[in-house]
C-alpha cells in the first residue's frame, strides 16, 4: 500500500510568494491533518479534515494558511503571502477515523522564505 | 498551553543500556497515549500506542507505562541500540470524542556505541 506522498519535498520561496504544498493520504484514510513541525515550537496542528470537512483550522494560523480537501484523495496547503518565519517542515498525516488511530505521516515538505 | 509535557529535551545512553522517556498530561478526556519515532528527514511514525484502560503495553524491546492517576506515562527501552537514535514524541488523544492529536515536544535520543 502506498503511503503519505507530500511535493514538494523543499520548496523555495521569496518573501510575499504565494506557495501551495501537496498531499496525497493513504487510500481509505478519513481524517487528514496538516502540521507543522519546527525545532522551537514542535509539531503544531495547522488544520484537521474528517471526510473532507474542515474540522479545525488551526486557530492562529488562519490569516495566511488555508487547507482544502478537494477529494478525499488529495489536499493542498498555501500559504500566502509567505514569510520567513514560516520557514519550517510541513507534515501531512492520514488516520482511519474510526481506528486504529495510528496516524500515518508524509515525508514532508521543507520549506525556506528568504 | 502545552497540554503533553515530555521530558528530557535530549538524552545521551550507552548501547546496552536502558533509555526512559517520560511524559505528563492534564486533559483528563486523553484516552489514547501513543509514542511515535522521527529519523532525520522522515516523518514521524508510530512506535508503539496505549489506551487508558491498559497501565503496560509491551512491544519486542520497547514498553509504554502509563498511570492514569498521576497523568504520567513512559517509555522504556531495553538494549538500546545505535538504530534507536531518532526523536522520539509522545501524545495523547481523545478518542471517540476529538480525535485531534496532542504531541509533546519530543525527545532527542542518541545512543552511542
Redesign the interface.
Known amino acids: 500500500d502506498a503511503g503519505?506522498t507530500q511535493t514538494p519535498r523543499h520548496e523555495v520561496a521569496e518573501k510575499g510568494q504565494t506557495i501551495i504544498l501537496k498531499c496525497e493520504p493513504v487510500s481509505g484514510h478519513n481524517?487528514l491533518?496538516w502540521y507543522r513541525q519546527t525545532k522551537i515550537q514542535?509539531?503544531e496542528?495547522l488544520s484537521?479534515f474528517?471526510s473532507k470537512s474542515l474540522?479545525?483550522d488551526g486557530g492562529a494560523f488562519k490569516d495566511r494558511f488555508k487547507a482544502e480537501m478537494l477529494n478525499s484523495s488529495f489536499s493542498t496547503l498555501k500559504i500566502q503571502p509567505t514569510e520567513p518565519k514560516d520557514s519550517a517542515v510541513y507534515?501531512c498525516?492520514s488516520?482511519f477515523?474510526w481506528?486504529p488511530?495510528?496516524?500515518?505521516?508524509?515525508?514532508?515538505t521543507r520549506l525556506t522564505v528568504l | 498551553q502545552q497540554q503533553v509535557r515530555q521530558s528530557p529535551q535530549s538524552l545521551t545512553v550507552w548501547e546496552g543500556g536502558t533509555t526512559v522517556l517520560t511524559c505528563s498530561y492534564e486533559d483528563s478526556t486523553f484516552n489514547y497515549f501513543p509514542w511515535y519515532q522521527q529519523f532525520p528527514g522522515e516523518g514521524p511514525a508510530l512506535l508503539i500506542s496505549i489506551l487508558s484502560v491498559s497501565d503496560k503495553k509491551e512491544d519486542g524491546r520497547f514498553t509504554t507505562f502509563f498511570n492514569k492517576r498521576e497523568k504520567k506515562l513512559s517509555l522504556h527501552i531495553i538494549d538500546s541500540q545505535p538504530g534507536d537514535s531518532a526523536t522520539y514524541f509522545c501524545a495523547a488523544s481523545a478518542i471517540w470524542g476529538n480525535e485531534k492529536i496532542t504531541f509533546g515536544a519530543g525527545t532527542k535520543l542518541t545512543i552511542k556505541p
Open positions: 503519505v481524517d491533518f514542535g509539531l496542528l484537521y474528517r474540522m479545525e507534515l498525516a488516520s477515523h481506528g488511530y495510528e496516524q500515518y505521516f508524509g515525508p514532508g
